[in-house]
């Protein structure tokens, strides 16, 4: 592992400035369609001084680049594989037509080597979403292959010096600073608490520096693209204000309720920060805070024109009257309670589990079983109710829909319910999330901690068109 002691001597004392990627419409074809590669890159993770890291990249970018469009607009993106393996791309967080989803083998077949595939879709809503690769996910994403989705409102409340998008990924390197490829796919990381890196980056470069105006207002984007770390912010060590969690902007903007704030994977949160003084984004879980981004603030402070915070978007509301429910028991893993489990319609022995990789389960069923978990006419109202009987968090992912959380036991603050598409659950925990399942088709639900959604902690439901 790398301390922060080395840390700090291999990065320096200081970071040149860092902008978000480069908007994506420089790829645009003839045909109107995004050309965008995901293919073999070498890329040096900490600095130039290190080696170069064998890594699987958008564009050869890392992030890759953003993706930015407008509420209502259609995306025509065409996937060219140049891996050596099949891939394909999610796009998270976004409630489009089913075949467009991007998970291999559920709503699409994978794109083979050498091949492409042209995904095409509306935007129903504005926000701070990402994608990344659906297919072998704890191997791909590990590797490099997402990047930001930005869907700005018809009037932007932020312009583009106002509006900082700040990809986070924690990456496992060797002690020659890169890419640690020997350990993915290890049995341990599956059965405990996922790959969890031990090299912080955000916008693919090591504690950048960006320069704001004093007094002026500025929305960050933070997404979470991590296989599996959750990230403890308190971002009201800096007087920043919540606008929204994962894209789905708030009624009202306000201050943190709580701190740290726990950011897990796949997540994204939007903060509004009008700094005064310079600041720093720290992650807290550790002995001491470690700053990860840093703001200098410049200038004198001026009477800068008050931001018209972005409206919610329009998302049906569950009746939770009528709702359907649904349990889900979690069981598995290390230290974890186990049950018969089944993986492609037979029982596991344990020499089959360790064979397989399958130490997780819904409902004693690990992986993607023919049948759905569930099944409901589109329109109808769902609860889900997720017990975690497991030593370990997860960070559960519903795609094509957004949720409310109307119960979570053991908790003492009350967040106001705010739309989410991935949640988090402690171990031995209950929670209970609503939505109407308006959005026909087969939709995945898992856990987005990608080596546990590998090892078996993904299942999907079906919304059957009326």
């Given at each position: 592992m790398i301390t922060r002691r080395k840390f700090l001597a291999l990065t320096g004392a200081t970071s040149a400035l860092t902008t978000a990627p480069a908007l994506f419409n420089a790829a645009m074809a003839e045909d109107g369609f995004l050309n965008i590669t995901a293919g073999p890159s070498k890329h040096k993770l900490i600095n130039e001084d290190v080696e170069a890291s064998n890594l699987w990249l958008y564009d050869n970018s890392t992030p890759g680049p953003e993706i930015r469009a407008t509420i209502g607009d259609r995306i025509k993106i065409r996937l060219i594989n140049n891996l050596q393996e099949p891939t394909s791309i999610h796009w998270h967080g976004l409630r489009i037509k089913n075949d467009m989803d991007g998970v291999s083998g559920l709503t699409q077949d994978p794109v083979m080597p050498g091949e492409q595939f042209e995904y095409d879709f509306t935007v129903p809503d504005a926000g701070t979403f990402w994608y990344h690769a659906h297919?072998?996910?704890?191997?791909?994403?590990?590797?490099?292959?997402?990047?930001?989705?930005?869907?700005?409102?018809?009037?932007?409340?932020?312009?583009?010096?106002?509006?900082?998008?700040?990809?986070?990924?924690?990456?496992?390197?060797?002690?020659?600073?890169?890419?640690?490829?020997?350990?993915?796919?290890?049995?341990?990381?599956?059965?405990?608490?996922?790959?969890?890196?031990?090299?912080?980056?955000?916008?693919?470069?090591?504690?950048?520096?960006?320069?704001?105006?004093?007094?002026?207002?500025?929305?960050?984007?933070?997404?979470?693209?991590?296989?599996?770390?959750?990230?403890?912010?308190?971002?009201?060590?800096?007087?920043?204000?919540?606008?929204?969690?994962?894209?789905?902007?708030?009624?009202?903007?306000?201050?943190?309720?709580?701190?740290?704030?726990?950011?897990?994977?796949?997540?994204?949160?939007?903060?509004?920060?009008?700094?005064?003084?310079?600041?720093?984004?720290?992650?807290?879980?550790?002995?001491?805070?470690?700053?990860?981004?840093?703001?200098?603030v410049t200038g004198e402070k001026s009477n800068a024109t008050p931001v018209q915070y972005p409206r919610p978007n329009d998302l049906p509301e569950p009746d939770l009257e009528q709702a359907k429910v649904f349990e889900i028991d979690m069981t598995g893993g290390a230290m974890g309670r186990s049950v018969e489990t089944t993986y492609q319609g037979r029982v596991l022995s344990r020499k089959d589990i360790r064979t397989t990789g399958q130490v997780w389960a819904f409902n004693g069923v690990a992986n993607l079983a023919s049948g759905p978990f569930f099944s409901v006419e589109a329109g109808e109202s769902v609860i889900l109710s997720v017990m975690n009987n497991t030593a370990f968090a997860h960070a559960m992912h519903v795609h094509g829909h957004h949720f409310r959380i109307i119960e979570r036991s053991g908790a003492s603050v009350n967040d106001g319910m705010p739309w989410r598409d991935t949640f988090l659950i402690g171990p031995n925990q209950r929670v209970k999330i609503a939505f109407v399942a308006d959005n026909p088709g087969k939709w995945l639900f898992h856990c987005h901690m990608l080596e546990h959604a590998a090892a078996g902690m993904n299942t999907w439901f079906q919304v059957k068109q009326r």
């Open positions: 297919n072998k996910s704890w191997n791909q994403v590990a590797r490099g292959l997402y990047g930001p989705l930005i869907i700005d409102e018809q009037q932007p409340a932020f312009d583009k010096d106002h509006d900082i998008t700040l990809v986070i990924d924690d990456w496992r390197v060797k002690n020659d600073g890169s890419f640690d490829e020997e350990s993915l796919g290890s049995l341990m990381d599956w059965s405990h608490g996922g790959r969890l890196g031990n090299w912080l980056t955000v916008n693919g470069s090591s504690r950048p520096s960006f320069t704001l105006k004093r007094g002026e207002s500025y929305r960050l984007r933070l997404i979470n693209a991590a296989n599996a770390r959750i990230l403890d912010i308190d971002p009201s060590r800096f007087g920043a204000l919540v606008l929204a969690y994962d894209g789905q902007p708030l009624t009202d903007v306000a201050p943190p309720l709580y701190a740290p704030m726990l950011l897990g994977p796949a997540q994204r949160l939007d903060l509004v920060v009008t700094p005064e003084d310079d600041f720093e984004l720290e992650e807290l879980s550790g002995s001491s805070p470690f700053a990860f981004a840093r703001f200098k």
